[in-house]
């Protein structure tokens, strides 16, 4: 089935680390996004592609960056990882013309803890 | 840029109850709102959606309202099951279904059997 899969599903990674989440999508959507869910906050977006020459920042971009490699593939990097960066972690794609009104799909998600 | 607020944080309600959720946005652009529902552990899925053009629409036991007079929608789940237990979320876009969303901080609703 086209999905969106999101890796590593979980890690745990040192203050000042780099680290790179990877989503890849077989859906053949335009649209990808990031979002990071915390206890309370909701979903936040921190980066989003409407194609691969296209990125542009969200709400809370400061500490991420992102490379859209391909059409199927979104990365989100920390360049250098705190403590207040562990969260749950979504990438989303959504069609350009979106015919079925289906929205977004999420990724199944990398929980993120930085120590 | 948009800011939705999302109340109540936390809902309990008895099975077979009704439950209510309300969502209000700022940016009188936005004009497609849907809701999410995510189940411990999963990922978000779209359970409705309702466009600006449209008061209100329903499927089987949820409905959600707009008014657009008061930038605000809701969310309304008729006779509560447990499997409806799950933390929901609204958004809002101003770009439509394909474009970016803000979440609210959601709501953990708890069907109690």
Not at chain 1, 28 to 39: K, N, S, T
Not at chain 2, 8 to 29: M, N, R
Not at chain 2, 89 to 111: E, Q, R
Request: aromatic fraction near 10%; proline fraction near 4%.
């Amino acid at each position: 089935d086209a999905d969106v899969t999101q890796t590593p599903r979980n890690r745990i990674t040192k203050t000042g680390k780099r680290i790179m989440l990877e989503c890849s999508q077989t859906k053949g959507h335009d649209r990808m996004y990031w979002y990071r869910q915390d206890p309370g906050l909701g979903l936040r977006l921190i980066y989003y592609s409407f194609d691969v020459k296209d990125i542009n920042k969200g709400e809370i971009s400061d500490g991420y960056s992102v490379s859209r490699q391909a059409q199927a593939k979104f990365s989100l990097s920390l360049e250098s990882a705190i403590p207040n960066q562990t969260a749950l972690y979504f990438c989303a794609t959504s069609d350009l013309h979106d015919p079925g009104g289906s929205g977004y799909t999420f990724g199944s998600g990398t929980r993120l803890t930085v120590v | 840029g948009e800011n939705v607020e999302q109340h109540p944080s936390t809902l309990s309600v008895q099975e077979g109850d009704s439950a209510v959720i309300k969502c209000t946005y700022s940016d009188s652009a936005s004009n497609y709102f849907p809701w999410y529902k995510q189940e411990l552990g999963k990922r978000p899925q779209l359970i409705i959606d309702i466009r600006s053009n449209v008061g209100e629409k329903k499927d089987q036991r949820i409905a959600v309202t707009l008014n657009k007079t008061a930038k605000h929608f809701s969310l309304h789940i008729t006779e509560t099951q447990p499997e409806d237990s799950a933390v929901y979320f609204c958004a809002a876009s101003k770009g439509g279904s394909n474009y970016k969303l803000t979440f609210g901080k959601g709501t953990l609703l708890t069907v109690n059997p």
